[in-house]
């Protein structure tokens, strides 16, 4: 492919009336609306999805990979689509984008369908792989996009706000992983959407690149902007979501706020050490005669307490067993991801 012709597609590749995204390619859809992220919406729900199904041919008959959700999601919620490998999601993120239609079902964003709310430029998307011109400097790539979108005086604000100021002269196939990642976010953000959707943003990143990764998302957040990002690291839905909808097989298989999909792997850890002047026998009876306690385990004189009655371990513990050191810990939401999917994360 010559440059022109490749800059030519890249541009076409962004409009917000293109032909939308071929097949495994990245985008970020916009418009040249300058809606105000913390603008309030005018009505109803971000996003809403009611029974949607989605069926694929393949060569062993039809594979429904969206087996029925059913999902609402509020102006200015943040949100974990949490699942393993072939759950859904990214299929599910296509629909939303109205990138491919459902089998069956509605979905509506902001009221509207989703192809009329991308463009109407209420919602930006930052998908898994490619949509980069490697020959571009970074500058160069957030000026191209901006003039599409009639965004140029939005440049300096995207660029400051993902953390891509200092690279503005680098070419992007000179950029690694995590800041080719963190342009891709620049470029969503130029139509200041009101809905921003993320798939797995930070797939391939190593541990301090995805740290920096959701530093800047967490800065953008403040502004209010709704946001959707589906992930398999328990760790950022844990960090980053105050919801999260865990998927499996194409279904909602558990829908919250990530502090009660945590309690549901069976409350808290309570630990202690026990006084090694006494036999730790009658302790452990004591603590395991508690109402709902799952599992009471000990190391040398340190115990430790699994179940929702944290506060009554806690108490016989500090009282009458005369632990010390009581610490109380929430366990990570691999337990509940292993436990609701039968699969590993
Ligand atoms: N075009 C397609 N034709 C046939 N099957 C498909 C097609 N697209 C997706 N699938 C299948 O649908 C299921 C869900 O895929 P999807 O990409 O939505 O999962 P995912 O949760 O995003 O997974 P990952 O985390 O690995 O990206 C998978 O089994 C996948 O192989």
Known sequence: MTTVMAIHDFLHFYRRDGPGRLEGMDTSLGTTNQQAASSPPASAAALRLQGVHKSFHTNQGPFEAVAGIDLEVGTGEIIAFLGPNGAGKTTTIDMMLGLTAPTSGTITVFGKSPRAAVEAGEVSAVLQTGGLLRDLTVRETVMAIAALHGARDRVDTVMERTDITSLAKRKVSKCSGGEQQRLKFALALLPNPR???????????????????????????????????????????????????????????????????????????????????????????????????????????????????????????????????????????????????????
């Open 195 to 345: 809905l921003l959707i993320l798939d797995e943003p930070t797939a391939g990143m190593d541990v301090a690149a995805r740290h920096a990764f959701w530093e800047t998302m967490r800065q953008d957040a403040l502004e209010g902007r709704t946001v959707l990002f589906a992930t398999h690291y328990l760790e950022e839905a844990q960090d980053f979501a105050e919801r999260t909808v865990l998927i499996g097989r194409g279904q909602v298989l558990a829908d919250g706020p990530t502090s009660r999909l945590r309690a549901m792997t069976g409350g808290r850890v309570v630990s202690a050490t026990l006084p090694t002047d006494k036999p730790t026998a009658a302790a452990l009876t004591a603590l395991e005669s508690l109402d709902e306690v799952s599992s009471v385990r000990l190391k040398g004189h340190r115990v430790s307490v699994t179940g929702p009655a944290s506060d009554d371990a806690a108490r016989l513990l500090l009282g009458e067993l005369a632990a010390t050191d009581l610490e109380i810990t929430a366990p990570s939401l691999d337990a509940a991801f292993m436990e609701l999917t039968g699969e590993k994360p």
